[in-house]
């Protein structure tokens, strides 16, 4: 999953990155207000990490702003206010939840998978697609209940499609969400060819035919 860590306590801003990677997920900072609406105008994220008080605007302008764009990620406020109607106002904007600091690192990483639960593996920690699960806890996938062995980048690319089933997905959005915001100014996209196609063989192969390429735009998931 990629998250957006928009926190200018850059002690507190780095040691959720590094917690937050041990689980293999993707993460980007921004260190200030201008950053963090710039990353969130250009780039989709699966959850953000956002603090009330940025050095240059408020968390809560970028959670309305987030809101307007009907974007589809989770939102955990973090802050070092406590007053309940800094919660009450975070949670009435939308966001899903609302930290106070200082906090454990294992509390908001329990934030984030009931998020992750929620919004993105209907409530539970397998996610099913056809003959297809994906058990998110061990990142372990299975076809027929026969595990079938992915790389890092082939089980998140695998997920990346079936919480995005139907949707066409470019090589530039695949690329994004796999390799980080700073892949728009590779050169070109041969790589994301690559791990596509090693995943749709090693899914054609025991049966799972459901990666479809929508020529000229990308690639989609979907039942024939």
């Not at 700073?182 to 063989?201: A, G, P, Q, T």
């Amino acid at each position: 999953m990629k998250f957006l860590i928009a926190e200018d306590e850059i002690e507190l801003q780095q040691a959720i990155v590094k917690y937050l990677q041990r689980d293999n997920h993707l993460c980007e900072v921004a260190s200030d207000y201008r950053q963090a609406s710039e990353k969130l105008d250009i780039y989709e994220y699966d959850i953000v990490i956002l603090d009330i008080n940025l050095v240059s605007g408020s968390g809560l302008d970028l959670l309305k702003k987030l809101k307007k764009q009907d974007k589809d990620c989770g939102v955990i406020i973090i802050s070092a206010n406590s007053a309940l109607d800094d919660k009450l106002k975070g949670l009435d904007l939308g966001a899903d939840d609302y930290l106070t600091k200082p906090f454990h690192l294992a509390e908001l990483n329990s934030r984030v998978k009931a998020i992750l639960r929620r919004g993105k593996f209907g409530g539970s920690n397998s996610v099913t697609f056809r003959e297809i699960r994906l058990e998110t806890a061990s990142r372990t996938a299975y076809v027929n209940e026969c595990p079938i062995g992915l790389t890092k980048r082939e089980y998140d690319l695998l997920l990346f499609f079936i919480t995005n089933q139907n949707r066409v997905l470019s090589k530039s959005i695949i690329a994004e969400h796999l390799w980080g915001d700073d892949s728009d100014m590779l050169d070109n996209f041969d790589f994301v060819y690559v791990h596509v196609n090693n995943l749709r063989k090693k899914l054609t192969k025991v049966g799972a035919k459901y990666l479809q390429t929508a020529y000229g735009t990308g690639y989609k998931f979907m039942e024939d």
